[in-house]
């Protein structure tokens, strides 16, 4: 129980301190901006992100600079208004970007699709998805795709069913929530999910699954030189090409690094799921 509830703290007091700041490369060099989605706390982020960025810097001699910001909500502004040189982001974030401000896709995981899920507490006598109606639902963020827009039109169109959803800012805190009895049930990712804490992993049970989806890429904004997108991207690839930079990438997570391209992404624009928007 005592780690359980440092686990709770650590999520919800300790890691807002790091959130909505830069963290900038070592060294004094301009450094790229490179944005983080934040679909867990900031702390965690940056353990993943950072070692990540070093290895970059080492394969390019460029420098990055991750920020993460203080919300889903937050981010999603900074990546249509064009605030980052990178960003790693959700497939409908670069559906929207690409359209606001030019983003260009470079790698994703080709070795794995996401879907979204639908959580219940393990114990929740819960067995169909038709009981959550009219009940309150924690999701990460109005425009995440596969773990709040997929799930409320699949929710709504499949099922006939209204939720209230309650936006949280990241995946940690559906789960959290759930798992705390703040919300009947929450949307996230099977990615996520699985890279939970097992003290919180273990408390849950997957209700539904969406469709899969093409997985978050790593673009650039088009006043980054070409020259510049093309070492990043082969940087990328290289990475996946070692026994290091796969478990690097892996903390993503990113089963297999390949190249992306907007034509990746075309099919999520005609899924029509602009109603749920916000």
Same mark, same amino acid.
């Given at each position: 129980?005592?780690?359980?509830?440092?686990?709770?703290?650590?999520?919800?007091?300790?890691?807002?301190?790091?959130?909505?700041k830069?963290l900038?490369?070592s060294?004094?060099e301009?450094a790229?901006?490179?944005?983080i989605?934040?679909?867990?706390e900031?702390?965690?982020?940056?353990?993943?992100?950072?070692?990540?960025?070093?290895?970059?810097?080492?394969?390019? !001699?460029?420098?990055f600079?991750?920020?993460?910001?203080?919300s889903?909500? %937050?981010?999603? &502004?900074?990546? #249509?208004?064009? $605030?980052?040189?990178?960003?790693?982001?959700?497939?409908?974030?670069?559906?929207?970007?690409?359209?606001s401000?030019g983003y260009?896709p470079?790698?994703?995981?080709?070795?794995?699709?996401?879907?979204?899920?639908?959580?219940?507490?393990?114990?929740?006598?819960?067995?169909?998805v038709?009981?959550l109606?009219?009940?309150?639902v924690?999701?990460?963020?109005?425009n995440?795709?596969?773990?709040?827009?997929m799930?409320?039109?699949?929710?709504?169109?499949?099922?006939?069913?209204?939720?209230?959803?309650?936006?949280?800012?990241?995946?940690?805190?559906?789960?959290?929530?759930?798992?705390? !009895?703040?919300?009947?049930?929450?949307?996230?990712?099977q990615?996520t999910? %699985?890279?939970? &804490?097992?003290? #919180?992993?273990? $408390?849950l049970?997957?209700l539904?699954?969406t469709?899969?989806?093409t997985?978050h890429?790593?673009?650039?904004?088009?006043?980054?030189?070409?020259a510049?997108r093309?070492?990043?991207?082969?940087?990328?690839?290289?990475?996946?090409?070692?026994?290091?930079g796969k478990?690097?990438?892996?903390?993503?997570?990113?089963?297999?690094?390949?190249?992306?391209?907007l034509?990746?992404?075309?099919?999520?624009?005609?899924?029509?799921?602009?109603?749920?928007?916000?």
């Open positions: 129980m005592k780690t359980f509830l440092a686990l709770i703290l650590t999520l919800f007091f300790i890691a807002p301190a790091l959130a909505g830069d900038p490369a060294g004094g301009r790229y901006t490179f944005g989605v934040p679909h867990y900031a702390r965690r982020l940056f353990a993943i992100w950072r070692p990540i960025l070093d290895a970059l810097q080492q394969e390019t !001699g460029l420098r600079s991750a920020r993460i910001g203080n889903s909500a %937050a981010f999603e &502004q900074e990546v #249509i208004g064009g $605030q980052f040189d990178f960003a790693y982001m959700g497939p409908y974030h670069q559906v929207m970007s690409e359209k401000a260009l470079l790698v994703r995981d080709v070795g794995a699709n996401i879907y979204g899920i639908l959580v219940v507490r393990k114990d929740d006598p819960i067995s169909d038709k009981e109606d009219g009940k309150v924690a999701l990460p963020a109005p995440a795709l596969v773990a709040a827009m799930i409320r039109a699949d929710l709504e169109n499949k099922f006939g069913i209204k939720i209230v959803p309650r936006y949280v800012h990241t995946h940690d805190s559906v789960y959290l929530n759930v798992v705390l !009895g703040q919300a009947a049930a929450g949307g996230g990712q990615k999910l %699985a890279e939970m &804490q097992p003290a #919180i992993r273990d $408390q049970r997957v539904y699954r469709a899969d989806v997985a890429p790593v673009s650039a904004h088009p006043r980054v030189p070409a510049v093309k070492q990043v991207q082969d940087a990328f690839l290289r990475l996946g090409e070692t026994p290091q478990a690097l990438l892996a903390t993503i997570p990113y089963k297999q690094v390949g190249v992306a391209n034509a990746d992404y075309e099919p999520i624009r005609r899924m029509g799921l602009h109603r749920f928007t916000e």
